[in-house]
């Protein structure tokens, strides 16, 4: 039996199959499952086992509603991640607090609107509404919010916030208590709240999952279409428009669709040059569904062949990453995977001749490879694209004491590249969602301006064969990556390597079949691009 589509899976989701017995015939019927709730009281206790505190509130406001400067255009709505991973809630003007002692999380909506507004823009959500969407304590309107924690500052309760500049102002109350100030605490939380969402929940997991299949799909549609682009902007097109097209309408970052020399410069974004006469497309791309992120890079070459110098460098990238995903597991140390990718590179462009005159352990002690491999090798993955760990940022886990002198050097050049704190040391757990994405790039300013004027990797760099390999741009392979129990599980199903090319190649001789066909009956050359999204 063939496995369900993608429509018919998502169908079979949302029913329970039920047996029935009538007389003496089984009646199957379908009946819907009830719509699984944002869990966000198992979230708030999650953080409360990190704050550790016996008492207490917890409070958090979300986005508020904002306007451009002298316009009447509302700013674009994007939900502060804290709050989000609080509530599920998507809507601007609210907040949550979390009773620390009886459990309680409230979240705090706007009043239902009337009038004008409502013509404008329809009705706020309802308490009903909000209350299928997460499974909070209660739901009560942002107006009374002030007297509620008021009353814990008259108690003496400690007010947890995030941010000194998001206490509340109480603008609306006349008498203040005067201990009002000491009453906040605004250092605890980012940390507890930080190390509860490195470590997601199954809801989250199933969500970034999501936003990986619809990733997926835009990046096969751009192989798909391919040999019709003649710009980077039709690339971006093709992928944003089947990300929307699956109700997924907010890319994790903004699309990355560099060709040629372009793809050497690692966040570019203005995908409007022309694809002809260029080798590879770099194509760093990934939605986020219900918030969740996904972030996927694939290289692939625009005629469907690689040219000798692509191959060899794509071939070496590959390997840093299969390398590096393999040793993704509970206990793994972020810095010695990182260092593996380096260890690979130096192999390789040893090997290629690109870097010579020395020997491997001089190649690793100059760094050189960070000419070539300038950036980090793994993002914690979530809320954010680059989501936050235990120490706020990822993963350099290499235990103090226990670096040799040139892991060290390493070590602090990615502190420095990175700003890394000094006392980072976390390393891989379960639940953890990371990204693993190895790169090589022959960015010209970065070698002739930058590392062949450093003499200590200038003298290894085999300058005399930069020209040939500038054409290639930059090769980067990314996939997001899930710690489980007992190893990995790669979350990205994105074609890559030769089944990337197997799909630009079968489209491309449809497409000349194709146009064949309709030279023979002479239609319209304007007729061709008709279909060509899909």
């Known amino acids: 039996m063939s496995s369900p589509k993608p429509a018919e899976a998502d169908a079979q989701a949302e029913f329970d199959l039920v047996n029935e017995a009538e007389h003496d015939a089984v009646v199957v019927t379908l009946r819907p499952k009830p719509k699984e709730k944002y869990p966000a009281k198992l979230h708030a206790r999650k953080v409360l086992q990190n704050l550790n505190e016996a008492s207490g509130l917890i409070y958090l406001p979300g986005t508020p509603s904002l306007y451009y400067e002298d316009s009447d255009q509302e700013i674009f709505f994007r939900q502060r991640r804290y709050f989000y991973y609080l509530t599920g809630l998507n809507f601007p003007d609210c907040a949550v607090t979390y009773d620390i002692k009886r459990d309680k999380l409230i979240v705090w909506i706007p009043p239902q609107n009337t009038g004008r507004t409502v013509i404008y823009n329809g009705f706020n959500p309802t308490k009903e509404e909000i209350a299928a969407i997460a499974d909070f304590s209660d739901i009560r309107d942002i107006t009374d919010l002030d007297d509620y924690i008021i009353r814990f500052i008259d108690y003496g309760r400690k007010i947890y916030v995030l941010h000194k500049n998001q206490q ?113 497309v770099c194509l760093d791309a990934g939605c986020e569904w219900k918030n969740y992120a996904s972030d996927v890079t694939r290289t692939f070459p625009i005629s469907g062949k690689w040219t000798k110098e692509s191959k060899e460098i794509y071939d070496i990238v590959a390997e840093m990453q299969e390398e590096c995903i393999a040793m993704c597991k509970p206990g793994g ?202």
Request: charged content about 25%; hydrophobic content about 40%; some cysteine.
């Open 333 to 534: 140390n972020y810095f010695a995977i990182h260092m593996r990718a380096h260890e690979v590179a130096i192999k390789g462009l040893s090997k290629l001749g690109l870097i010579h005159n020395g020997t491997m352990i001089e190649y690793y002690w100059a760094g050189v490879s960070r000419a070539f491999f300038p950036h980090g090798l793994v993002d914690y993955m979530g809320l954010e694209v680059h989501d936050v760990g235990r120490h706020g940022a990822l993963l350099y886990g290499a235990e103090k004491g226990h670096c040799s002198d040139a892991s060290k050097l390493y070590h602090d050049i990615l502190r420095e590249m990175l700003g890394s704190p000094e006392e980072t040391q976390d390393l891989l757990e379960p639940g953890m969602v990371i990204t693993v994405e190895p790169g090589i790039y022959f960015n010209k300013y970065a070698l002739e301006e930058v590392y062949l004027k450093d003499q200590a990797i200038a003298k290894f760099i085999n300058k005399d064969m930069l020209a040939k390999y500038y054409p290639v741009g930059g090769v980067r392979i990314e996939d997001d990556i899930l710690i489980t129990e007992d190893g990995y599980e790669n979350l990205t199903t994105t074609p890559k390597g030769d089944e990337a090319l197997k799909i630009i190649n079968e489209w491309k001789e449809s497409k000349d079949e194709k146009e064949a066909l309709e030279d023979s009956v002479q239609i319209e050359v304007a007729e061709r691009k008709k279909g060509w999204l899909w």
């Open 168 to 280: 509340p102002t109480f603008p609306n109350h006349q008498s203040i208590p005067p201990n009002t100030e000491s009453a906040y605490d605004s250092s605890a939380l980012i940390k507890a709240m930080d190390a509860a969402r490195v470590i997601k929940s199954p809801y989250e997991i199933k969500a970034i999952r999501k936003a990986n299949a619809i990733t997926t799909q835009a990046h096969v549609n751009v192989l798909r279409g391919l040999h019709n682009f003649e710009n980077e902007a039709e690339i971006e097109a093709v992928f944003l428009a089947t990300c929307v097209s699956e109700q997924a309408k907010q890319q994790a970052y903004g699309i990355i669709a560099g060709s040629g020399e372009n793809a050497s410069t690692l966040h570019y974004g203005a995908n409007n040059e022309p694809l002809k006469g260029r080798q590879l």
